[in-house]
């Protein structure tokens, strides 16, 4: 999924590290959501319920924009 919002797979490195991986985790909320269209308020109920905010994603209609949230 890093490869995917990133658009580098190896970013999820970042995540081993204990105080950089809070503000990676911040950065990939924002960045999935902008990938598929999300702004605003929904970026913060992302963040507080991602697993929710995924299966939105895999089964929403919102299409897929890439790793910037343009096509």
């Known amino acids: 999924m890093f490869e995917m919002f990133y658009g580098n797979g190896w970013s999820f490195l970042w995540m081993i590290c204990p105080i950089a991986n809070i503000v990676v985790y911040i950065k990939y909320i924002i960045r999935m959501c902008h990938s598929f269209g999300w702004y605003g308020a929904k970026v913060l109920i ?3 319920f991602a697993p929710i905010a995924i299966i939105l994603f895999a089964f929403g209609g919102d299409p897929y924009r890439g790793p910037n949230g343009n096509k």
Do not use: E, L, P, T
């Open 46 to 48: 992302a963040f507080f």
